[in-house]
C-alpha cells in the first residue's frame, strides 16, 4: 500500500500539516512511522481528493492574500529541469513496473499451486478485490506524481524539517521560503556556506559555481543547495539554525524598499539587503539599524521566508533623533546599516502545542507578526490565537492583517481588545483584567505555548498571570521592548 508523508497528503487534502497531525494524534486518521495511506487520506477526505488540486489550489491563493505580501513567483521549472523531474518519475515508474510484473508472476505460480484448495480460492478473491479499482485512491496517486513533478519534497535529517521545492526554485530558496534557518552566505555560489549532503533522492545544478567541491565531498553526494533544484524527492543532511545562538552577528547595508504608513504614528519600513549579503535571522529576533547616525534596536516585522527583505514597524516619538530621521528625511533608495540577529524570541520548535500570541500596545506586534508568519510558513501549528491588547484602537495599527489572517486560515482566531489606559500605568490590574477576557476560551494553558510581547511591566504582569493559570514556565516566551 502507498504511502505519503504527512507534508505531502496535507497538501493533497487542501489542509495544513499541523490539521493533520492532530488528526492522527486523536486517532481519526490511520499513519505508519509518520506516513499516511492514501486509502485512509480518501477516507477522511472524500471531497478534497475528488476536486482535483482545486482545493490545494484555494489553499494556497487564501494564504498569499492573508500574508498581505508578495505572491509566490511559481513559475514552472524550465524545461530542462521538467525533462529531467519526467525522466526520474519515469524511471521509478518503471521499478515498480518491474517489481509488479515479478509479484505478478510468482502469485500466479502460487494460485497454480493451490488450485482447489481453501487456500487457493481465498487468495483468487482477495487477489480480485485487491485489483477492483478504487477511483479516488487512483486519482490521488495520479495528484501525487503531477505534484512529485512540479514540487518534489525534501527532508532534512538529522532535525526532521520539511518543505517543497516549487518551480523553478533552488533547493535553498525553497527551504528559505519555508522560513527554515539553513546555514547559507552567499546565495551565489561563491562561499561553500550551504553545502549539504544528498542522503536519497537526486538534485541537478541550475546555476554556475565557482565553489569547488573536492573530489571526495562531491563521493558523498555533497552539493551546494543555492545552486541546484530537485529532481526528486530529497532527503539531506544539512545544518539548520533552531536557536538564536545558532546564528552569527552579521553587518551589512540594506537600502530602503518601501515606507508604508500603517497608521499615524506607526510606519512600516521596509529594507532590501543584497542579493549576495542577505541577513540570516529566526523569526521574532531583532536587528539594529542605523537612521540619521542614530543606532536603535528594532524587533524584525518580516519572517525569513521573505528572504532579502526586512520589515520594521517605526513608532514616531517626537524628539527622538531616529524617529525625526526615519518620519522626515529618510527616501526611497537610501542606504541603512544594519547588524544583527539579537534576541531569542523564537518559536519553540520542539512542541506541537496549539499556540497563543499575546501581543500588547504598539510595541508588541511586531515580533508577533514575525513569529506569526514562520509558523505559518512551517504549516505545523494546530491552530493559533491571537490576541492584541492595545490601551486604544490606534493601539491595533495592523487590523487589516489580523483580519485577513483569520478569515483566510481555518484554525486562525483573533481577538483585538482595549484595555484602557491603565495599559501605560500601574498595569498589574489592568493586564490581570485584559488576559482574562483573552483567554476566557483557552484553558487549559498547560496544554499550549504561549508567546507574549510588549513592554517591561506588561510582559512580567503577564508572565505572574499566567504561571498563576498553570501555564508551565518552559511553555512560555516572551519578548519585551527593553530585552
Ligand atoms: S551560499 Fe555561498 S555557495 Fe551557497
Known sequence: MELLTLSRAARLAGVTRGVLQKMVRDGELASFEGRVRIDALVRAFPDAALEDNAELARVSRIKERAFARRVYERALPDKEVLAARLGALSLELAEARARA???????????????????????????EAGMAANEDERRVLAQDGVMRVMAPHVKLVPDG????????????????????????????????????????????????????????????????????????DLVLEAKVARFAGDIPLQSITAHVRRMDRLSAEVMQLELLTPRTNRLRFLAGQSARIELGGAVATWPIASCPCEERRLQFHLHRLPGNVQSDYAFDRLRVGEAVQVSGPVGDFVLREDGARPLVFIAWGWQGFAPVKSVIEHALAQEAAESIDLCWIGACAADHYYPKLCRSWAEAIDNFRYTPLIAGAGLHGEVTQTVRGALAAALRELHPLAQRDVYVAGDRAQVAASRAYLEEQ???PAQLVSWDAHG
Not at 105 to 126: F, I, N, T
Open 101 to 127: 510484473a515479478r509479484f505478478q508472476a510468482l502469485l500466479g505460480g502460487l494460485r497454480q499451486r493451490l488450485e482447489g484448495q481453501a487456500l487457493g480460492a481465498w487468495l483468487q478473491l482477495e487477489l
Open 161 to 232: 524539517q520539511e518543505f517543497f521545492v516549487e518551480g523553478a526554485d533552488t533547493v535553498l530558496d525553497a527551504a528559505l521560503h519555508a522560513g527554515l534557518g539553513m546555514a547559507y552566505g552567499c546565495s551565489a555560489g561563491n562561499c561553500g556556506e550551504c553545502k549539504a549532503r544528498v542522503v536519497a533522492g537526486s538534485v541537478r545544478q541550475v546555476r554556475h559555481h565557482d565553489y569547488r567541491l573536492s573530489e571526495a565531498e562531491k563521493a558523498q553526494g555533497f552539493a551546494l543547495l543555492c545552486c541546484c533544484t530537485a529532481l526528486t
Open 470 to 472: 498553570g501555564l508551565p
